[in-house]
């Protein structure tokens, strides 16, 4: 192992944090208080949402949208393969069928058009997603909603601070999600936020998270409820992180430019592709994922991991295809070979390590390391 590892993620957490978090600390307030009110309201104002519902996790606030929407036992929802595997569960959380469609290559968001495609008498909702941050298609995919009748959650659990033209993330369809896990944009440690315009939606979420209550009488439960609430502590590492998120984001935006610039002669040479991030300088960038040639295999992918983990740099395979997922082809009936483009590119994938404040020195060691990997195979 090398002398300085570089890790593949890195929470850009300041002394402003620290001092949040001491400070509420010193309140008798740590759970339902002022900071998650704050943090709601700063979370809707970047969505341009009315409403903000704090919950514990990206997965817990992606499960209260599809309950809210009302989406159970044989509806359908149509979303991506190409994916982290909550968007997936909290369609199967309701025992609600989730229906895969192929992506865009060009994005890696869900092709609008076999989406439309996949719409049936059953289906009730889609669910796209963001992938790494990308805002692509979004506009399309919710007309295609309006068009057909559905509802929409929107998984912007990777794209906080992200536009597509003056919209930004967050903002479209029913519903979205964010998280902040501490690989994200922001951290919260825990933490995920619903954004919303619908008092409806906001309600039985903000009912859902608190155990079904339906007012501040503690024992009075209106409906089968969760504990995903979010404690102060959380809420007020977000809250200081969100009043930070332009800073951070430009120092990633810089972090991915300096890629692009390092890795070059590697997409000159046809070896690697560039991550498909559209609207590059405007962009939310969650990670940064390059993929190998189509004429590399994914064995000569896992070779190069294996590299770069011996030289002590972080990386990652963006994303296993869900589809592919062994307890989801036993409980879906999917196989390999169902999603062609998502499988293509997922077996070529190479999350690079990537976070607020990557130094230019760490990124050469990367590509150097990266480029005599690749050029070995
Ligand atoms: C696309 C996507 N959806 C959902 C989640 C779930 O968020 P969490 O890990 O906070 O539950 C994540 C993040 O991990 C994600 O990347």
Same mark, same amino acid.
């Given at each position: 192992? &090398? ?14 944090? #620290? ?14 208080? !002022? ?7 700063? /979370? ?13 996790? +990206? ?5 209260? /949208? ?9 509806? $359908? ?39 439309? %495609?996949?719409?049936? +008498? ?30 929409? #959650? ?15 993330? +967050?903002?479209?369809?029913? /519903? +979205? ?12 440690? =825990? ?7 619908? *008092? =409806? ?29 979010? &404690? $102060? ?41 560039? !991550? *498909? ?21 994914? %064995? ?14 972080? /990386? ?19 196989? *390999? ?13 190479? %999350? ?26």
């Amino acid at each position: 192992m &090398s002398e300085n590892p570089i890790p593949l993620s890195n929470p850009n957490v300041t002394e402003q944090e #620290i001092q949040a978090v001491v400070d509420v600390l010193r309140t008798d307030r740590l759970s339902i208080g !002022p900071k998650i009110k704050a943090f709601e309201a700063a /979370c809707a104002a970047r969505a341009g949402r009315k409403f903000g519902i704090g919950v514990n996790s +990206g997965t817990s606030g992606l499960h209260l /949208c599809v309950r809210a929407m009302g989406i159970g036992e044989g509806d $359908e929802v149509v979303t991506t393969p190409f994916s982290f595997i909550a968007t997936t569960n909290c369609v199967l959380f309701e025992r609600a069928k989730p229906v895969f469609v192929d992506i865009d290559p060009e994005t890696y968001n869900v092709d609008p058009a076999a989406l439309e %495609a996949a719409i049936t +008498g059953r289906t009730r909702a889609i669910l796209p997603v963001e992938a790494f941050g990308n805002t692509a298609h979004f506009d399309t995919y919710e007309q295609i909603a309006r068009r057909h009748g559905l509802a929409m #959650i929107e998984d912007c659990c990777e794209a906080l601070g992200g536009v597509l033209g003056a919209r930004p993330a +967050g903002n479209f369809g029913d /519903c +979205g999600v964010f998280a902040f896990y501490p690989n994200k944009q922001i951290t919260t440690g =825990e933490g995920g936020m619903i954004v919303t315009d619908s *008092p =409806e939606i906001r309600d039985l979420c903000a009912s859902m998270r608190n155990q079904g209550r339906a007012t501040e009488a503690w024992l009075s439960h209106a409906r089968l409820g969760y504990n995903y609430r979010l &404690s $102060e502590i959380n809420a007020v590492l977000g809250l200081t992180q969100m009043a930070r998120l332009d800073e951070i984001l430009a120092a990633r935006r810089q972090a991915a430019t300096l890629y692009d610039q390092a890795l070059g002669q590697l997409v000159a040479d046809g070896l690697v592709h560039l !991550p *498909p991030m559209t609207w590059r300088d405007k962009a939310s960038w969650f990670v940064y994922v390059i993929r190998l040639a189509d004429n590399f295999s994914q %064995a000569n992918r896992d070779a190069v991991l294996a590299k770069l983990r011996a030289s002590g740099i972080g /990386c990652n395979n963006y994303f296993v295809p869900i589809h592919t997922q062994p307890y989801i082809m036993e409980m879906l009936g999917t196989r *390999p070979g169902d999603f062609p483009i998502t499988e293509r590119i997922a077996a070529r994938t190479i %999350a690079l390590p990537f976070f607020a404040g990557l130094s230019a020195e760490q990124v050469r060691r990367v590509a150097h390391t990266l480029s005599d990997a690749i050029r070995q195979l």
